[in-house]
């Protein structure tokens, strides 16, 4: 959509002061349209691609698409002359023992593996073990200091493995103050939980699996932690992480700490303001072999150059990966397109990129367009772009992210995921507003989706970092029409071979939160100043530093 201050055509502001006099609103003339989008769909989703997987032919395929659509719109290389950014990776099979042994309690406990717990090793190692490891429970596995927690204070975890709880303190907790009270943190993600474990200097992490506060049940777990892993090859091959991560049921874990006397509500507990870590005074072993494979993944990237502050960046992201070739559904496919996820969030990025090429003013910042690998592998591509930047974080304005954009229309409502975490809201809303739109946060807050997909990379770094989806209200149909195709992809096409594209599909949503994605963009490229991050926020530290 072309900015409203500077893209209207004069009949077009002759409405525009009209409507201003008459205090209504009206949406700004289009820059992205949905047949623009599903043209670049049709080709990223088409079978030939073969599920755009890294380390197959069908990323070749892809990228190569995606550069020569960059380079088509008239957008420059953006690593030194290249529109690629190397992604170093290492695929890790980690094979546990078959059965996890817990000893020192009352009775011995033999955990079973799948059933009962997965595991898996991060080190570039062949095997890794832990030998009557001692075990703590740490609470949460919080290290908070503006919330003023720590469940690690006076803990020396060296040689130990420690037992957390998914989410963090403030869930279900009745007061919305607490943490942001059903409304998860960084510190309630199980990435947060590894990552602040390896801190402590623990051998191992086991993570207490309950559905409401993960928001997922085991057989997800169980399937994503199981089998082959991609990860970011390190220089350290990752040995600055805990020899052993995992998780184990609610039931294993009842079982545990009911041997050492914790009972009932054993979250009620840990969220005490004067919880202290419980010693367990039981010890765990088990061995984890590794297989290893390296290989080289790619980002794809491209510039537009700013014509008054070429180096200040606005960036836009999306991944272009999915899930490749698996076994025939009972249709016979076997090839997971991957249209809506994410085909759809790479051809509106494309399509913003043509609106820039095609403004009569050119943006004064320069404008990055970044299509990452390895997603759906754990956000892999965007987080190597995070720690080796081509261009310097703290000139770099925003990200404004896209996945996944609802097929079913334009709607009444902008989703904003994680909404209350920085000032690129607040351009939304305004945007939105304009528009006659409201904006929403997340329908289930809990679940922590901010940080499950490729904006959270930057967040985390300190860039503030804003991914916004279709609504539920169908401008078309109604709200229950909204859901309903919301739940339809839930059920049936998510990471299934069924997410296809189609000549029916609509992309007029894909192309409303693509053009207000371009509107927020080209003010931010003609500002000075640098949007924030709201207080509370736990990247608001990381970004104050980095400005400095």
Request: charged share 25%.
């Amino acid at each position: 959509m072309k900015h409203k201050l500077l893209k209207l055509s004069f009949l077009g502001g002759l409405a525009l002061f009209a409507a201003c006099q008459n205090n209504k609103t009206v949406p700004a003339e289009k820059s992205v349209t949905g047949a623009d989008i599903k043209k670049y769909i049709s080709a990223l989703a088409n079978d030939s691609m073969m599920g755009r997987k890294p380390f197959t032919a069908g990323e070749t395929k892809a990228i190569n698409y995606i550069a020569e659509q960059f380079k088509k719109i008239g957008l420059e290389p953006g690593n030194n002359g290249s529109y690629f950014q190397d992604v170093p990776l290492v695929e890790i099979t980690s094979s546990p023992s078959p059965a996890m042994e817990i000893s020192g309690g009352k009775q011995p406990l033999s955990l079973k593996v799948t059933d009962d717990f997965v595991t898996f090793s991060r080190r570039e190692v062949d095997s890794v073990s832990l030998k009557n490891s001692p075990l703590v429970f740490a609470g949460y596995g919080v290290v908070a200091p503006e919330y003023h927690w720590n469940d690690y204070a006076g803990l020396d975890v060296k040689g130990k493995t420690v037992v957390v709880l998914v989410n963090d303190p403030g869930f279900k907790n009745g007061d919305p103050h607490f943490f942001k009270g059903d409304t998860m943190t960084y510190y309630g993600r199980w990435t947060y939980k590894y990552e602040e474990a390896a801190r402590q200097g623990a051998a191992g992490v086991l993570i207490i699996h309950q559905t409401e506060p993960a928001s997922y049940g085991w057989e997800v777990v169980s399937n994503s932690n199981t089998g082959a892993k991609l990860y970011l090859q390190q220089a350290d091959k990752h040995m600055n992480r805990c020899k052993v991560e995992g998780w184990i049921t609610e039931a294993a874990g009842k079982k545990l700490l009911a041997q050492a006397g914790i009972t009932g509500d054993f979250r009620a507990l840990a969220r005490k303001k004067d919880f202290k870590a419980i010693p367990l005074n039981q010890s765990v072993t088990l061995t984890i072999n590794n297989k290893l494979k390296y290989s080289t993944s790619h980002n794809v990237v491209a510039t537009l150059k700013g014509s008054s502050q070429p180096n200040e960046y606005v960036l836009y992201s999306a991944h272009w990966d999915h899930l490749g070739v698996g076994k025939p559904n009972a249709k016979g496919d076997s090839i997971y397109n991957g249209a809506v996820d994410n085909a759809d969030g790479v051809a509106a990025m494309l399509s913003v990129a043509k609106a820039f090429v095609k403004a009569q003013e050119k943006p004064k910042r320069s404008i990055v367009f970044l299509a990452v690998t390895a997603e759906e592998q754990g956000l892999l591509g965007s987080e190597y772009y995070a720690t080796h930047p081509i261009f310097p974080l703290n000139k770099t304005v925003a990200d404004l992210n896209m996945d996944a954009l609802g097929d079913y229309g334009e709607t009444k409502d902008i989703a904003v995921t994680g909404k209350g975490q920085n000032d690129l809201e607040d351009y939304v809303e305004e945007i939105a507003k304009n528009d006659g739109l409201t904006t929403v946060g997340d329908r289930h807050p809990g679940s922590g989706s901010y940080y499950r997909s490729d904006h959270f990379n930057f967040a985390k770094v300190g860039v503030p970092a804003v991914d916004i989806n279709t609504g539920s209200i169908s401008v078309v149909h109604d709200k229950a029409y909204g859901e309903a195709q919301q739940k339809d992809y839930g059920d049936n096409r998510y990471h299934q071979q069924a997410d296809n594209y189609s000549d029916t599909m609509d992309a007029t949503g894909m192309a409303q939160i693509a053009d207000i994605l371009y509107r927020v963009g080209t003010k931010l490229s003609a500002e000075t100043t640098f949007p924030g991050w709201k207080a509370g926020s736990e990247f608001k530290e990381i970004r104050d530093k980095s400005m400095k």
